[in-house]
């Protein structure tokens, strides 16, 4: 049988780890037992947690009494919030009960455990759970008359799954705790704020309020890096997102990015070059049209360094037991007299902010001042500025006015360096904010303006080119009040040297207007007046005269300065259209006129015409023709006069000398005549060295070659010879004289010996001349013989004596 035994217990005080119990009284009878127990004196120590001051009245009720044991379990009603929090407590006896034996009683406390199917309401909205008491029989206990276990408790909680007293949570039980989310290594977190963003999904069933799932209660950035903080949803529509810091919004832009990742419905706020004043609790807000949710977590920036460990540090939440719903029983007690009514002291309400300091955000440059405004309760006090932990004074840099409550400070022209956190301080209260002033956008400037004004053609592609100083310079195009965007008709570019360029396609006359090249964000501009005119083409290469014979085929080509020019042909002042002789092709700038099988008749006058500019040229056809005579080889002396012959038997056709594959033509040193009867005679007045090579006579299509060689022109003799011969009497001498007449010896070389300014008889001296030398043998010396001797060496270039 079950029975069920109601225990009332009276707990006046619990102080520094004291549980105080008056009386504990247990009955058993018939397997029913009524167990009253009033402590006296308890020492109950809750790990590392004191136990504050409280009156309970626990009502007990035991199930079963099996063998002597007792299971009680005291229910406790609910506090503040009127929600039940149930207390169990165990009490178990020993098998067999000695009357005379103490018992031993141990008390637990234990946090009730989570029921997983049922839905938590938020802290604010119910009272904190109480805590359960098991009390358990032990027969075998180390203290006698001790209420604790014979082990000592740690000073370190043993079980984190268990809530300590008065500790709440925060969290919905949807979400995951933070410790439980792996955080993404630091190669992943550096990528994500260079990702794409990807959408987020809707999740869940049509119609599910916007809900955070996941997220960390603190992050950790370093300086002047990225620092990074997300948050899991999920909702059904997607929901839409705000973070806050404080009470300022960061919208997307600036040093923030708000960067989503549909894949695992994550929002992440990245923070570029995160600065000390970033550290601080932020809030995320997420809603759709069916509800919305958010969630706070704490930011700490570390030091370059890295070493900062508070993000690691587990945060818990206490809240303050409520009050009982109703007085608990407190038996027959005795009237005390009531109080006698007491004044109260009023106290005098110290001085706050009203109205606190707000952060401010602004870019360098762009804002000539920013102003921090605050209301404090106390008009007209003393105040005191500060920036970072430095006093700050009015004068170029600041401003500062009071305004009864109303407190000022203008920071002039804010720059980069003057970021950091602005604390008033009046009477000893304190107020801060933070100035972020954002690095000041770039300036650019053109390098090289548009003209005044330009010149475009109809059918052409017009080009308008200037330049700026940075290629990352943002520019854009305007005509006249339009802007102008990428199209087949308009195409912008920019080069890396920071030239940009805007071509208009195919130009017409609606095209002339001022066009503008505006450097955006900025009051920089170039422009330009564009006049759309008709485009004269000129020729480039114009039209030569041709002779051929009949059934040749002949080819007229001319070339313009554009290829959007046209041509018309003209034979004399008919104009020539295509047939089957005749051929008009076009190829780029090229223009050529082909006639085929011509005949006697096509000889004439042909002209090439466009807008503004001709060319013309003849054509002789005429009959077949052969050389009767041909060129032969020669050879020919520098400086000396050469003549080269041929006899074609048309007498009227025109023919060529080339030397190589360059043509001849006559200058003062050429002439090339033709005296009649087919005859033409290439002459060479005063031939050179470079005269030499394959001569060619072409006429039409026949040709005839030779080869001219050209000598090198020769010089006059020249020797040396020795200042003194010196011969013994009685015997022949022969002298030995080298000369040279240079390369090529074409005259003769001939020799006079003077003795004393007299021509020596050959009797007397024999003379050789020899091919590079000159011999003289004297026959049979005396002393009469002996003298100044004089030589002289000739020849048609001249004669040298020595």
């Known amino acids: 049988k079950e029975e069920k035994v109601e225990i009332k217990v009276e707990e006046k005080k619990v102080e520094e780890k004291k549980v105080e119990a008056k009386k504990v009284e247990i009955k058993v009878e018939e397997k029913k037992a009524e167990v009253k127990v009033e402590e006296k004196k308890a020492e109950v120590k809750v790990e590392t947690k004191k136990v504050e001051e409280k009156k309970a009245e626990v009502k007990v009720e035991a199930k079963k009494v099996e063998e002597k044991k007792a299971e009680i379990k005291v229910e406790k009603k609910k506090v503040e919030a009127k929600k039940e929090e149930k207390i169990e407590i165990k009490v178990e006896e020993e098998k067999k009960v000695a009357a005379k034996k103490e018992e031993k009683i141990e008390i637990k406390i234990e946090a009730e455990p989570e029921e997983p199917k049922t839905k938590e309401q938020p802290a604010a909205q119910k009272g904190l759970e109480a805590p359960s008491i098991e009390i358990i029989r032990d027969k075998n206990g180390s203290r006698r008359g001790s209420f604790l ?154 030091d370059s360094s890295g070493m900062d460990f508070r993000a690691m540090l587990k945060k818990r939440k206490y809240a303050k037991w409520g009050n009982q719903e109703k007085d608990p029983d407190w038996g027959d007690l005795k009237e005390v007299e009531k109080p006698k009514p007491q004044l109260k002291k009023v106290e005098r309400k110290s001085d706050t902010f009203s109205k606190p300091l707000v952060d401010i955000t602004c870019k360098e440059g762009k804002e000539k001042k920013v102003v921090f405004e605050a209301n404090f309760t106390k008009p007209n006090a003393k105040a005191k500025w500060m ?97 102008l965007e990428n199209s087949d008709k308009y195409v912008i570019g920019k080069e890396l040297s920071g030239a940009v360029n805007l071509i208009i396609k195919n130009c017409v006359a609606e095209d002339a207007d001022q066009y503008t090249c505006k450097i955006e964000k900025q009051t920089d501009k170039t422009e330009t007046k564009l006049k759309i005119l008709e485009y004269n083409y000129k020729f480039t290469k114009v039209l030569k005269s041709q002779s051929l014979f009949v059934k040749d085929t002949v080819t007229l080509a001319c070339e313009l300065d554009h290829v959007l020019g046209q041509v018309e042909w003209f034979k004399g002042d008919v104009k020539i259209v295509e047939s089957d002789k005749v051929q008009i092709i076009k190829d780029g700038r090229k223009h050529k006129l082909v006639l085929q099988d011509v005949a006697k008749t096509d000889s004439g006058m042909y002209r090439c015409v466009s807008n503004a500019d001709k060319t013309e040229a003849e054509i002789s056809v005429k009959r077949p023709n052969k050389f009767m005579k041909k060129l032969k080889d020669a050879t020919g002396d520098e400086t000396q006069k050469c003549v080269l012959e041929v006899q074609v038997q048309d007498e009227e056709a025109d023919i060529q000398f080339f030397l ?141 004596e020595h």
């Open 149 to 302: 276990d014979d082990r000592r408790p740690s000073l370190l909680m043993g079980d984190d799954s268990k809530l300590r007293p008065g500790e709440v949570i925060d969290e919905r039980k949807k979400r995951r705790p933070s410790i439980d989310v792996r955080r993404p290594s630091i190669q992943d977190m550096d990528e994500k704020i260079n990702l794409p963003c990807t959408p987020l999904r809707a999740i869940g069933e049509e119609g599910k309020p916007a809900t955070i799932v996941d997220f960390q209660e603190s992050y950790s950035a370093v300086e002047d890096q990225t620092g990074y903080i997300s948050v899991q949803v999920e909702g059904n529509p997607a929901p839409t997102w705000k973070f806050f810091k404080n009470i300022t919004e960061l919208v997307d832009g600036g040093r923030y990015k708000h960067h989503t990742d549909g894949e695992s419905n994550t929002i992440t706020l990245c923070i570029r070059k995160v600065k000390p004043n970033d550290e601080g609790k932020y809030r995320v807000v997420v809603s759709n049209a069916h509800g919305e949710d958010s969630a706070e977590m704490q930011l700490y920036v570390s």
């Open 387 to 483: 920036l970072r932990k430095d006093e700050i004074f009015t004068g170029s840099k600041y401003k500062f006015k009071n305004e009864g409550d109303h407190y000022t400070c203008t920071v002039m022209n804010p720059k980069v360096e003057d970021s950091g956190k602005y604390t008033l301080e009046i009477a000893g209260v304190q107020c801060m904010a933070y100035l972020t002033v954002e690095e000041a956008d770039p300036v650019y400037k053109f390098t090289k303006n548009l003209k005044k004004t330009e010149k475009g053609f109809l059918t052409h592609d017009c080009h308008l080119e200037c330049a700026v100083d940075n290629s990352l310079a943002p520019i854009s195009w305007w005509k006249g009040e339009t802007k």
């Open 660 to 800: 190589g594959d360059q043509e001849i033509t006559k200058s003062d040193r050429i002439d090339i005549v033709s005296p009649g009867d087919g005859t033409h005679k290439l002459v060479y007045n005063r031939l050179e060295l470079t005269d030499a090579g394959e001569i060619t006579c072409v006429c039409g299509p026949l040709e005839s070659k030779c080869t001219l060689k050209v000598n090198k022109k020769e010089t006059k003799p020249k020797f040396e010879v020795p200042p003194k011969v010196e011969s013994p009497a009685k015997e022949s001498k022969v002298l030995e004289v080298p000369f040279s007449t240079g390369e090529s010896r074409q005259s003769k070389v001939t020799v006079k010996v003077f003795k004393d300014g007299k021509p020596v008889s050959p009797e007397e001296v024999d003379i050789v001349v020899e091919n590079d030398k000159l011999v003289l043998n004297f026959k049979s010396t005396e002393f009469k013989d002996s003298g100044e001797f004089r030589i002289v060496l000739e020849n048609a270039a001249g004669a040298e």
